[in-house]
């Protein structure tokens, strides 16, 4: 079945650095877009970035854009956000989500990890 | 403020039915595709979110029949049926939009409480 399991998330210093993988199984990972959700403590569901699934276009919320970068590596089925200047505002539960479609929905999403930002 | 706009909560009882909707409200979304592409999520309390909906009114086959998805104008809406106890949770509207570059947006959620 489709899984897909985050990890690296922690707590960490403000304008520190931390990167999020996101291991995927089940499903043929190169023939699908990937995203990344964040969600902060409370609040509701923010979309973060997408990468097509050649890995050849990335697009960005203007909230993280030239701090975040998303990258694959589909030889090893895995999905990464690399953060950087990390904010207080970016403490969240981050989410890897498969997109079902190039201009569509997420219809799987993994457990999540937790991301502090904190002094 | 969220560009798709829900209603924070709803409530209803056992075996009743409810509808959330969702609509379009920051100059960043295009109708049109706000209406073609809306989707729907589940959320229950400490849990990853769950699709319901894809497209305005396609469910996956993984997905109880009791939900079902419709649009008028320019407003979507998530319909459950037969409530039940397992329903309580939080739930969420989201559409591709395209402005400049492609991005996603999400409602603020509405937190279905049953009765």
């Known amino acids: 079945q489709v899984k897909m399991v985050e990890s690296g998330g922690g707590v960490v210093q403000p304008e520190r650095s931390l990167r999020l993988s996101c291991a995927a199984s089940g499903f043929t990972f190169r023939n699908y877009g990937m995203h990344w959700v964040r969600q902060a403590p409370g609040k509701g569901l923010e979309w973060v970035a997408v990468i097509w699934y050649d890995g050849s276009h990335q697009y960005y919320a203007d909230s993280v854009k030239g701090r975040f970068t998303i990258s694959r590596d589909n030889s090893m089925d895995t999905l990464y956000l690399q953060m950087n200047s990390l904010r207080v505002e970016d403490s969240a539960v981050y989410y890897c989500?498969?997109?079902?479609?190039?201009?569509?929905?997420?219809?799987?999403w993994g457990q999540g990890t937790l991301v502090t930002v904190s002094s | 403020q969220s560009a798709l706009t829900q209603p924070a909560s709803v409530s209803g009882s056992p075996g009743q039915s409810i509808t959330i909707s969702c609509t379009g409200t920051?100059?960043?979304?295009?109708?049109?595709?706000?209406?073609?592409?809306v989707s729907w999520y589940q959320q229950p309390p400490g849990k990853a979110p769950k699709l319901l909906i894809y497209e305005v009114s396609n469910r996956p086959s993984r997905v109880s029949n009791r939900f079902s998805g419709s649009k008028s104008d320019d407003t979507a809406s998530l319909t459950i049926s037969g409530l039940q106890a397992e329903d309580e949770a939080d739930y969420y509207c989201s559409s591709y939009i395209t402005n400049s570059t492609p991005h996603w947006v999400f409602g603020g959620g509405t937190k279905l409480t049953v009765l």
């Open positions: 920051s100059s960043d979304v295009d109708i049109y595709t706000f209406v073609s592409f």
């Open positions: 989500a498969r997109g079902r479609a190039p201009r569509g929905d997420f219809d799987y």
